[in-house]
RNA sequence: GGGCUCAUAGCUCAGUUGGUGAGAGCGCACGCCUGAUAAGCGUGAGGUCGGAGGUUCGACUCCUCCUGAGCCCA
């Protein structure tokens, strides 16, 4: 085959087999090397700006897919801005306080962590959550995600810890923050109080009792039920509905009080047969009229609530104020019922409790009901499975107990409606989420900030040893950020009061001046929330409010939400123009993620085995706004689709071998079908861009691997591969092929380089056409829209003709099933119509059927039908440079078996 | 239990304000090519649009309920 030397097969140093599990490093390395977040930061020096603000992970254990996606969406999002034109800074984050890392440092610690001083675990907490902190950062990396590394932020960062006082102290200079007994969600394992936040929900098995309740003025008795008899101690009331019927009824000698509704279903409970129903009434009756605890014999109003429930119990339920939100609310707030919350912080009831006194309440239930029995007032034990509250770290079912805790007041200075008013201006994206946010903000209670735990931001908050009072004060607290920046927030443990006061403090109260620090820390979700502050108005390089937050749609409870109320006291604004919000990552089938199903995905595993460009094509590849699913098979299915993506830029690369910008030929000249084509890359610029802009990138995704594998392979590159190949180097029929090749694949590793960031970057340094190159396509800019390219006539000539070849090809396939021909060049195409148009249309590009048809030759004429198609084999011999059949192959002597078009190149060629 | 969200071929996604027989890519099956070759091309088979009602002349598209799944709460 020695004609085979003479034509222009492609060649390309860019292997077919990606190995990417090789060659990613290998690039990570290069970007290493050269900087490249300075380098493409430098490149957007004086942009416009856009700044995607990065939600902190939690710094502890290595990342999980729901991670990953999550940094991925980021990076995609600012590459894309960046390639638009936009100075994009991204500087990722941490959190790094809180319950999970000192658990975790605590436990691995074992004994010895009792031994340790508060100074000496959070020393330890440090050193872990600093370690975790690289750990991750190399495994963000991995996954092709660019920022500023380097000068990360971190909310254990002194810079950062002063930063969180300073809108601290507004807060309590506005007066936001106050102090208060309020029940709370206590683990009394983990000995602290829980944030909403810090709850999970599981079923448990609880007691059902029923006890009756002696009325103050009758001897009629009121029948209570509650799941939880250790809070009896601290009942103080009974709640009833005030829009249900209540009943007295008559059993053996007594009267009773229940719902009606309930009557049938307790009495079946309580298994009496025999009563009657004496009279029927409004619950609302009963408000105020007075009962007798039976246990302290001291008094216990009824009060009217509508939370009570008609489902179970008797209709009256049992308010203990300090042992619930509801009987906080309605008890305490609207009817002033005593708090009472006999109970220590390991759960153990204090002196108040009585005789329980010393009695752990998980041991206390036993005991109540005995004396219950004992006074006559039980009527009946059960078991209830229901869903219960327990504690996110060590899983165990939580109590409410009564302390005194620092909260932040939503109702102050009107904060709640301002916070929704900025909530309005801000777009949320998918748009339900405004919704979600708005409904989660108009119903969330006041901020419970203070834990009592060691490893967070010290509340810089004194207690007066003289007359008890607490002190919060934005004296002390400005006067302690001044420490925090020099020394970090270890100085409220390392100082003495004396040091972290004010010269000269006293006790507003009583003027003492014998004051001693309290050691409570805040909510880690004040840490992150204050990140606007920390980060976007520190940075010069940043703006506040940021373009952008991107997170999961947990954070309109969590981030989004801590971070606008805190925005909103300290600049009365959202720290947002947009939020958009994705989904969570489920299995094949649907379900969560769990170690116990062996259904997790792990990302760094993907990346090992398949190369972080698979994952990212896969996160491409999904509808991200909602929920979306990963498994093997799914993962298989993106390596198929990245070998075609990839294959479609070696082939490029390889037909552009010889081709610099030096030989693009003018829109004017080009070739019809080139025309064509570049058309049809015009339109999928547009709605690549389109879909970029609504950050939909599962449609780009869609357009753009349907394009490489139809348009392009299938069709375009395939029907230009013989002028690429056969004729002459600098002829133009080939160089207007490849001019269309080039705007093709310049545009493509630009468009698709937020997604397949490794794999753009590889084939970016081996397109060698480009005059002015980059070091990085990073920093290239986006394939420019050119209507004018669109020519109307061309786009509609060959829709038509696209409709014939459907049309041929089923022709072509028929015959080579009947063994006629093989290859489709064997071919003569035989088109019949009986449309003028059809065979107008024809006449027009009469001499470029064959090219398009790839077959040797066509003929048309008038038919019966609108349109016929059949094959036969091609007229006179196969040419033996380009497999042609022609009739006059072979009548060129000097080369022997070529048709005229190769012998014409090749005397070209030897000329 | 409440709020929000989702449910279209094996997989990932399209289906404009309800209107002729429900689409694409991948995968799969069968075949072709051997000058993109651990590639390329062609043809084809796959869906009662989660289920049940309802509104309408007509619904994958609107309403109700149910089932399953997820997030956030209780």
């Known amino acids: 085959m020695e004609y085979r030397q003479t034509l222009n097969l492609p060649s390309t140093e860019f292997a077919m087999r990606a190995n990417l599990v090789e060659k990613e490093p290998r690039i990570l390395e290069k970007w290493r090397e050269m900087g490249i977040y300075n380098y493409v930061q430098k490149h957007r020096t004086g942009c416009p700006t856009f700044v995607l603000h990065d939600g ?40 790094t306080h809180g319950l999970p890392i000192e658990h975790k440092v605590t436990t691995t610690l074992g004994t010895k962590a009792r031994s340790m001083s508060q100074m ?96 103050k003025d009758s001897d009629e008795y009121i029948v209570i039920w509650t799941t939880t008899p250790w809070t009896l101690p601290g009942n103080t009331g009974i709640a009833v509905h005030p829009d249900h019927h209540y009943v007295r009824v008559r059993v053996k000698d ?48 009824i009060i009217v609530a509508d939370f009570v429930d008609m489902e179970t119990g008797s209709g009256c339920v049992h308010i203990a104020p300090g042992h619930g939100e509801e009987d906080y609310e309605y008890g305490h707030l609207m009817y002033g019922l005593e708090v009472i919350s006999p109970v220590n912080e ?22 109540i009901i005995d004396d219950l029995i004992a006074k006559g007032a039980f009527l009946k034990e059960g078991k209830i499975s229901h869903s219960y509250p327990h504690c996110w770290r060590c899983k165990k079912p939580v109590i409410f107990r009564a302390t005194e805790q620092w909260f932040i007041s939503v109702e102050k200075s009107d904060l ?24 989660m903000i108009q119903e969330r209670p006041d901020w ?85 502050e920390a980060v976007l108005t520190t940075r010069p390089d940043l703006t506040f409010p940021a373009d952008m937050y991107l997170e999961g749609s947990d954070q309109h409870r969590g981030w989004f939400n801590s971070s606008i109320v805190l925005s909103v006291v300290k600049h009365d604004k959202a720290p947002y123009k947009t939020v958009l919000t994705h989904g969570f990552i489920k299995d094949e089938e649907g379900k969560k993620m769990s170690k116990s199903l062996g259904n997790v995905v792990d990302p760094l595993e993907v990346c090992s085995k398949y190369g972080a460009d698979v994952l990212r094509l896969w996160l491409a590849s999904s509808d991200y706004f909602n929920d979306i699913r990963i498994s093997q098979n799914i993962i298989l299915q993106q390596v198929e689709v990245y070998k075609k993506v990839r294959n479609t830029f070696r082939y490029l690369l390889g037909n552009l071998n010889d081709f610099s910008e030096d030989n693009i030929v003018p829109f004017e000249k080009l070739l019809p079908l080139d025309k064509w084509a570049l058309g049809r890359l015009q339109q999928i610029i547009k709605s690549v861009t389109e879909a970029y802009e609504n950050y939909e990138f599962s449609r780009v995704y869609n357009i753009l691997v349907k394009y490489c594998s139809v348009e392009l392979s299938a069709i375009y590159l395939d029907i ?112 019949k119509s009986k ?50 059949y022609h009739p006059l192959t072979g009548t060129e002597p000097q080369f022997p078996k070529t048709c005229p078009r190769c012998a014409e190149v090749l005397r070209k060629q030897e000329g």
């Open 416 to 439: 709640r409606n301002r916070v929704l008013r900025q909530i309005d201006m801000v777009t949320w994206i998918p748009s339900w989420g405004k919704n979600r946010i708005s409904a």
């Open 448 to 532: 419970c900030i203070s834990r009592q735990r060691v490893w967070g931001t010290p509340i810089p908050a004194f207690r007066c040893n003289d007359c008890q009072e607490a002190i919060l004060d934005p004296l002390i607290i400005n006067h302690f950020a001044k420490v925090v920046k020099e020394k970090g927030t270890n100085a409220w443990f390392e100082l003495s009061e004396r040091e972290l006061l004010p010269t000269g403090y006293t006790c507003k109260k009583c003027g003492s001046k014998n004051l001693s620090k309290m050691y409570d820390t805040l909510d880690v979700w004040i840490d992150s929330g204050a990140s606007f």
């Open 835 to 884: 449309t003028e148009e059809i065979l107008n249309l024809l006449k027009e590009y009469e001499q470029y059927l064959d090219e398009f048809f790839i077959v040797s030759q066509v003929e048309f004429s008038k038919g019966e039908e609108e349109l016929e198609t059949r094959v036969q084999r091609a007229d006179g011999e196969k040419c033996d440079r380009c497999w042609k």
């Open 254 to 301: 007594e009267v009773w009080i229940l719902a009606e509704k309930l009557l049938a279903n307790t009495m079946d409970e309580l298994k009496i047969d025999e009563y009657k129903v004496l009279e029927d009434f409004d619950g609302k009756l009963l408000e105020n009229k007075i009962a007798i605890h039976p246990l302290y014999e001291r008094e216990s109003r």
């Open 346 to 367: 390991e759960g153990i009831f204090t002196e108040e409790a009585g005789k329980y006194a010393g009695i752990h309440i998980d041991k206390a239930n036993r005991l």
């Open 120 to 215: 000496e675990i959070r020393k330890a907490c440090e050193d872990f959550a600093r370690q975790q902190i690289e750990v991750q950062k190399r495994q963000f990396q991995r996954l092709g995600v660019v920022g500023d590394w380097e000068n990360y932020y971190a909310t254990l960062k002194p810079e950062y810890e002063y930063k969180i006082y300073e809108v601290f102290e507004k807060l309590v200079n506005d007066g936001y923050v106050y102090r208060a007994k309020k029940p709370v969600l206590w683990c009394h394992n983990c000995r602290t109080a829980l944030a909403q936040a810090e709850i999970e929900y599981h079923d448990h098995t609880s007691p059902s009792i029923y006890v009756k309740f002696k009325m």
């Open 720 to 831: 230009v591969k013989d002028r690429l190949y056969v004729e002459s180097k600098d002829s133009l029929k080939r160089r207007s092929a490849q001019t269309v090749l080039y705007y093709i694949l310049k545009s493509l590793l630009v468009m698709l380089s937020p997604i397949l960031a490794f794999t753009c970057e590889e084939a970016y340094e081996h397109f060698k056409s480009q005059k002015m190159k980059y070091e990085s396509v990073q920093v290239e800019h986006w394939p420019e829209y050119h209507e004018e390219w669109i020519d109307q006539k061309i786009m509609g000539d060959f829709d038509e003709l696209m409709r014939i070849r459907d049309h041929a090809l089923k022709s072509l396939e028929e015959i080579r099933q009947a063994g006629t021909i093989g290859h489709s060049l064997d071919a003569k195409l035989i088109i």
């Open 56 to 95: 902190p992970p939690y710094a502890n254990g290595d990342i999980h897919i729901g991670t990953a996606m999550n940094k991925i969406l980021k990076d995609t999002v600012i590459r894309y801005k960046v390639l638009r034109g936009y100075r994009s800074p991204y500087v990722p984050g941490w959190d």
